[in-house]
């Protein structure tokens, strides 16, 4: 069997950060060939990211960056790219461009073109006002609209793919496989406590929450806090945390690759994270799978991923500090919600959404071999 893919960015961006995760577009090894169509001008070559299609045999084929002057002369050409790839299903990484096309491709030749949504787009528009994502709301409506099924990356999205029109959705959690993070469950916290944090450094994450609640603890209580991520905001968080007079106890990291990644997880005592939106959020649940207890922001999805193994609380410093402090003076309940936490990310394991997403496809391709589309 053959799998067509577009990939939300170039493959060439998955290895700057890392991110080269077996067999994420071959979910149980269930293709033969796997292609992966990607909006760029050039891509790295097949052989150098091989994992991502596991046993397949890989193809990229880089179809060049369209705006919304060309975006319209790409459709028939891609049409004409998938007709001689010949797969048995389509799937795209977004709702946008790829989205768009891939559901175009899909109608044009009956096959089914699913689209992965992996974050509320609505709520991303509330809080960056930005033209542009404004500009995609007609494509959004046409890719779910007119694809075979919405694959969402959390029960949240669900309602948002539906009122855009989708005729079927699923949930597919981002996949966390629990043995690369696994760890006996400590007995208390280092001391210094160790806090982490792993994300973007940008505007959506809030990283301040965290600094101006550290700081708020006062000199008096031993932590430390690292964030580990990229972004904009890096400079003046550094000027933040000097401000603060806690830039001894903040560590910046830009990137970690994700093969060495739980060794970071491990060495913490607490993962913290305040966001303003989310589709998932990944590191949260390798944080639970690494046996930490998590303190988060009320932002969907967090509460659905987290259950009851962490903490959710307002995005203010006030609240992270309140509950940072009560952990500090008592690490009791902290210890008992990451042990928790590694029970609760089993039942998300990467394996369990893998076998999840098999069956999807094999259910859809079921239904448009037999006609019923």
């Known amino acids: 069997m053959k799998l067509a893919a577009f990939s939300n960015d170039p493959i060439s961006a998955y290895v700057v950060k890392g991110e080269i995760k077996e067999n994420y577009f071959n979910p149980g090894g269930m293709f033969d060939q796997v292609h992966l169509i990607t909006l760029a001008r050039e891509d790295v070559p ?93 494509l959004e409506r046409y890719s779910l609209k007119h694809a075979a099924a919405a694959v969402c990356v959390s029960g949240f999205l669900e309602g948002y793919a539906r009122r855009y029109g989708a005729r079927r959705t699923a949930t597919v959690y981002n996949k966390v496989y629990t043995a690369q993070f696994a760890r006996p469950a400590p007995d ?69 690759p994700h093969a060495q990644i739980q060794e970071y997880y491990h060495q913490a005592d607490i993962f913290a994270l305040a966001t303003h939106y989310e589709g998932f959020c990944i590191p949260v649940l390798e944080a639970m799978a690494a046996g930490l207890p998590v303190l988060a922001s009320n932002t969907p999805p967090l509460d659905e991923i987290i259950g009851d193994a962490g903490l959710i609380v307002d995005k203010t410093p006030e609240a992270f500090g309140r509950t940072l402090a009560g952990w500090l003076d008592d690490p009791g309940p902290a210890l008992a919600l990451g042990r928790r936490a590694a029970l609760r990310a089993k039942e998300l394991d990467g394996e369990v959404m893998e076998a999840r997403e098999v069956k999807l496809y094999k259910d859809i391709m079921d239904k448009y071999q037999g006609g019923r589309t």
């Open 188 to 256: 208390g916290f280092h001391d210094p406590v160790r806090i982490l944090c792993v994300g973007r450094l940008d505007p959506q994450k809030a990283p301040e929450v965290l600094l101006r609640a550290v700081a708020g603890l006062g000199p008096e209580r031993r932590v430390e806090l690292t964030l580990i991520g990229k972004g904009c905001l890096k400079p003046p968080l550094v000027g933040l945390a000097t401000e603060l007079g806690i830039s001894g106890r903040v560590r910046f990291i830009d990137s970690v």
């Open 46 to 138: 097949p052989e150098a990211v091989q994992g991502l299609a596991g046993r397949a045999r890989l193809f990229i084929h880089p179809i060049g960056r369209p705006n919304p002057l060309t975006l319209p002369f790409f459709f028939d050409p891609v049409t004409k790219l998938v007709k001689a790839i010949g797969p048995d299903l389509i799937r795209a990484h977004n709702v946008w461009a790829g989205g768009a096309m891939a559901v175009y491709a899909g109608k044009r030749l009956n096959i089914p073109a699913l689209v992965y949504l992996h974050i509320e787009n609505d709520q991303r528009r509330k809080f960056d006002r930005g033209l542009k994502y404004r500009l995609v709301k007609p």
